[in-house]
Nanobody, 114 residues
Framework: QVQLVESGGGLVQAGGSLRLSCAASRSILSIDTMGWYRQAPGKQREYVAQISRSGITNYADSVKGRFAISRDYGKNTVYLQMNSLRPEDTAVYYC????????WGKGTLVTVSS
């Protein structure tokens, strides 16, 4: 199992940008898929984006064109660049590795003010 630590959350005005980081406890070279999820207050956790080992990305419709996921093998880190943020993006953002053993970070809070 890999340990994941998210960072980079904070308070930002609508239209602003943030970059989230997810640092893994070991090399991510062997990890196929890494992703981001979010959970808004009173709502279920939802999928945001994922990236494969080959660099193929996928996004939820709600963030497509505004968010970009990337991975840095040298730093064992996955990033989520978030632009044109909206109040509805307010949530705790979690990093995820689904297999072989599902791993989650503790999350980082993003608050977007209107």
């Amino acid at each position: 199992q890999v340990q994941l630590v998210e960072s980079g959350g904070g308070l930002v005005q609508a239209g602003g940008s943030l970059r989230l980081s997810c640092a893994a406890s070991r090399s991510i070279l062997s990890i196929d898929t890494m992703g981001w999820y979010r959970q808004a207050p009173g709502k279920q956790r939802e999928y945001v984006a994922q990236i494969s080992r080959s660099g193929i990305t996928n996004y939820a419709d709600s963030v497509k064109g505004r968010f970009a996921i990337s991975r840095d093998y040298g730093k064992n880190t996955v990033y989520l660049q978030m632009n044109s943020l909206r109040p509805e993006d307010t949530a705790v953002y979690y990093c995820n590795v689904p297999s072989p053993v599902p791993s989650w970070g503790k999350g980082t809070l993003v608050t977007v003010s209107s």
